[in-house]
């Protein structure tokens, strides 16, 4: 939740609202006329949310 504030963006409240973020992060633009994100735009956010998760808990241990 903190994350979101500091990018200025509100927090997900329904699981469209999340899957549309995951979604964005593999690459889904998400215009008026656009189809509903495929399952290989939120394989691919899905892989770099996890990548992130990894990072961050990397760096919240200290290694590195």
Request: aromatic fraction near 6%.
């Amino acid at each position: 939740a903190g994350l979101c504030k500091t990018n200025g963006i509100d927090p997900p409240v329904l699981l469209g609202e999340a899957v549309r973020l995951v979604a964005r992060l593999g690459g889904y633009l998400g215009r008026r006329k656009d189809p509903p994100p495929g399952h290989q735009v939120l394989w691919h956010g899905h892989a770099r949310l996890q990548a992130m998760c990894e990072g961050y808990a990397l760096w919240d241990a200290g290694v590195g």
